[in-house]
């Protein structure tokens, strides 16, 4: 079955810290795979995607993301984090008609 | 470019009526246009797909009497809770896109913040 998985429901950084959120999928075909921020009560904002190329993905406000196909992983890294970036994090991965399979989302905490 | 909008942003309204919800494509046409729910603290849950001019897909175990979808252009799609409850309070988010391939990125509105007294 297609799903995607994100590990870890919550995860805290100190300010200038590096980052990184795992992502794992299942999904039998191409994997089209997605990163969306949503900060509170807002809508979903892309940060970036990949469907094909280079594996390593940079994406909007420094972010990027490495598409493992060994590890069936997508994770997304920033190498400093700031207090803005605070926010949930969904991973998610593109199927037929276009629908997207969502992962449960990982809420980042920053530090001071 | 891009911007999907959603009025109202918010709606409070008594049990038993209908409330409806609007998802505008500003500056492209959207072919497909996606409604989600959001509970607090979880992932977006897929209610249906709208193509324009034709009927919503509904996902399994969403009601399509209850949750009327209407695509009637390639710019705007209608939500209507209709007969709403207290179970329906939620947030509901809506998404477009100019094509229906899975390589397709999709645009997501603010949302709309529900609750039914």
């Known amino acids: ?112 | 470019g891009a911007v999907v909008s959603q009025h109202p942003s918010w709606v409070i309204c008594k049990s038993g009526t209908s409330v409806k919800i609007e998802c505008r494509s500003l500056d492209f046409q959207a072919t497909t246009m996606f409604w989600y729910r959001q509970f607090p603290k979880q992932s977006l849950m897929l209610m249906a797909t709208s193509n324009e001019g034709s009927k919503a897909t509904y996902e399994q175990g969403v009601e399509k009497d209850k949750f009327l979808i209407n695509h009637a252009s390639l710019t705007l799609s209608t939500l209507t809770v209709t007969s709403a409850h207290p179970e329906d309070s939620s947030f509901y988010i809506c998404s477009a896109a100019d094509g229906t391939a899975n390589t397709d990125t999709q645009y997501f509105g603010p949302g709309t913040r529900l609750t039914v007294l």
């Open chain 1, 1 to 112: 079955a297609q799903s995607v998985t994100q590990p870890d429901i919550h995860i805290t950084v100190s300010e200038g810290a590096s980052l990184e959120l795992r992502c794992n999928y299942s999904y039998g075909a191409t994997p089209y795979l997605f990163w969306y921020v949503q900060s509170p009560g807002q809508g979903l904002q892309l940060l970036l995607k990949y469907f094909s190329g280079d594996t390593l993905v940079q994406g909007i406000k420094g972010f990027e993301a490495e598409f493992k196909r060994s590890q069936s992983s997508f994770n997304l890294r920033k190498p400093s984090v700031h207090w803005s970036d605070a926010a949930e994090y969904f991973c998610a991965v593109g199927t037929q008609g276009g629908k997207l399979i969502f992962g449960q989302g990982t809420e980042l905490s920053v530090k001071p």
